[in-house]
T-cell receptor, first 111, second 114 residues
Framework: RKEVEQDPGPFNVPEGATVAFNCTYS??????FFWYRQDCRKEPKLLMS???SGNEDGRFTAQLNRASQYISLLIRDSKLSDSATYLC????????????FGGGTRLMVKP | SAVISQKPSRDICQRGTSLTIQCQVD?????MFWYRQQPGQSLTLIAT?????????ESGFVIDKFPISRPNLTFSTLTVSNMSPEDSSIYLC???????????FGPGTRLLVL
């Protein structure tokens, strides 16, 4: 079983749609969780951290379910510029520094 | 966050040769990391570059193949030694600044080995 699993997609959605990505992780000792965005031929960039209470940043909402070892990202009112690969990232253990990356979910927002 | 640069941005190399990639950060950071991203795949951690001591390598990566230097808190190099076409990949450095638990990435070095 992969340490961090994501549906690779692609998710093809029209502008304005709401889309949700899910991610599961295997290490129950993980304490920190993130969503990164990676555009084609660019480096990954931090989109948002994921907190136990859930957090929202504009059109983006992240949720964490520790019991199920499950993380989600919801994007509302999709824009063309949201087209990218979204990487679910988990720290390897409670040491904090080592990150494990999921394979990414590709999103394509169409006019 | 931190501003990170990498050199070279890309290179095409012959098999059997070696390439050294540089990573420069605009501020002192304790933790620096080197990753590889093969075509169509996600990131795999190669090693943690420790200042003043040997790098800590992940399973499947060895110092002879990927020697790393970390002479100070703002700079690191990764060498890809005795290259083969299987080493064609994007190599990225990242830093974990200060109290933040997340990492910020350099722009990457695209390597093609012929």
């Amino acid at each position: 079983r992969k340490e961090v699993e994501q549906d690779p997609g692609p998710f093809n959605v029209p502008e304005g749609a709401t889309v949700a990505f899910n991610c599961t992780y295997s290490n129950s000792a993980s304490q920190s969780f993130f969503w990164y965005r990676q555009d084609c031929r660019k480096e990954p960039k931090l989109l948002m951290s994921v907190y136990s209470s859930g957090n929202e940043d504009g059109r983006f909402t992240a949720q964490l379910n520790r019991a199920s070892q499950y993380i989600s990202l919801l994007i509302r009112d999709s824009k063309l510029s949201d087209s990218a690969t979204y990487l679910c990232v988990v720290n390897k253990d409670n040491a904090g520094n080592m990150l494990t990356f999921g394979g990414g979910t590709r999103l394509m927002v169409k006019p | 966050s931190a501003v990170i640069s990498q050199k070279p941005s890309r290179d095409i190399c012959q098999r059997g040769t070696s390439l050294t990639i540089q990573c420069q950060v605009d501020s002192q950071v304790t933790m620096m990391f080197w990753y590889r991203q093969q075509p169509g795949q996600s990131l795999t951690l190669i090693a943690t570059a420790n200042q003043g001591s040997e790098a800590t390598y992940e399973s499947g990566f060895v110092i002879d193949k990927f020697p790393i230097s970390r002479p100070n808190l703002t700079f690191s190099t990764l060498t890809v030694s005795n290259m083969s076409p299987e080493d064609s990949s994007i190599y990225l450095c990242s830093v974990e600044p200060g109290l933040e638990e997340t990492q910020y990435f350099g722009p990457g070095t695209r390597l093609l080995v012929l």
